[in-house]
């Protein structure tokens, strides 16, 4: 482009931005754009997952405190504290599975990723009638007749309707002596999302974005080695998914940037116009 047209140009669409930024502000301000909180508290009874032995665990949330208006420091009130990088409502990076071992740490997930559409597939009917039920291509593919096309470069919502279990850990992870009873997705549907979709990831109400039973699958997890294989993400321990509709919000996650991290725990918003 020419030097002397180059500057209007830019001007002009600076312009369109701060417009288009504007037009946001006052849609928040006058709530007509909600902003729905899809994060778990996080607590010492948020729920981990629960890996047998001989693998090893992460641990459980807590706090340690440091000071609270006493001698340790008069005037303020903080803490220590204690987790895992995939406790309560946490982002998978890609380095996370062993087939996205190249991939990015956490730290490097671009933050214009971090801002984007979302989807919401609602099969918590079904999820309540059988708690192993399986997403299927079958599924999505209804669902995309109905609703239109999954979002390029968005999410995936699954709901299941697990997040009613949230504060109880027994019940949310709803383990027996044959492992844990989860809502999830097949192999086939987790290949099919990470190889034919321009999905940007996968998000889910339970602990993981496994099924419970996904440890015997062939091969095992496969949201995790098929999605963070192919450069997706993950997002679990989602609530209020109820909240939003099938189409039309906008996801915003919070991860924090932990240098070499394969997650972490992170606050996640919808924007939803009402």
């Not at 992170?266 to 009402?274: F, H």
């Amino acid at each position: 482009m020419d030097p002397a047209t180059a500057a209007p140009v830019r001007a002009r669409q600076t312009g369109q931005f701060m417009a288009v930024l504007q037009d946001l502000l006052a849609a928040l301000r006058d709530r007509r754009i909600e902003v729905v909180d899809l994060t778990a508290p996080l607590h010492a009874g948020t729920p981990v997952l629960q890996l047998p032995p001989p693998f090893a665990n992460t641990i459980s949330f807590s706090l340690s405190e440091i000071s609270r208006y006493d001698d340790r420091g008069p005037a303020w009130y903080w803490n220590d504290i204690h987790t895992g990088e995939h406790t309560g409502t946490h982002f998978d990076a890609p380095v996370h599975w062993v087939t996205g071992r190249d991939g990015e740490d956490v730290s490097q997930v671009p933050a214009q990723k971090l801002v984007a559409p979302a989807v919401v597939l609602d099969f918590s009917a079904e999820s309540a009638a059988d708690p192993d039920f399986l997403l299927e291509v079958e599924h999505v593919e209804a669902w995309t007749a109905e609703h239109g096309p999954l979002p390029d470069g968005g999410w995936l919502l699954y709901r299941t309707g697990w997040d009613a279990r949230a504060e109880d850990a027994a019940a949310f992870l709803n383990a027996n002596d044959t492992g844990p009873h989860t809502p999830g997705m097949s192999v086939t549907c987790a290949r099919w999302l990470a190889e034919e979709t321009a999905l940007l990831g996968v998000g889910v109400e339970t602990v993981g974005t496994d099924a419970g039973a996904a440890h015997s699958f062939d091969p095992p997890f496969p949201c995790h080695s098929f999605l963070l294989g192919a450069g997706k993400y993950g997002l679990t321990q989602l609530q209020n998914l109820a909240t939003l509709p099938p189409t039309g919000a906008v996801l915003v996650t919070g991860p924090l940037p932990i240098v070499s991290g394969s997650g972490s725990p992170a606050r996640v918003l919808a924007l939803v116009e009402r």
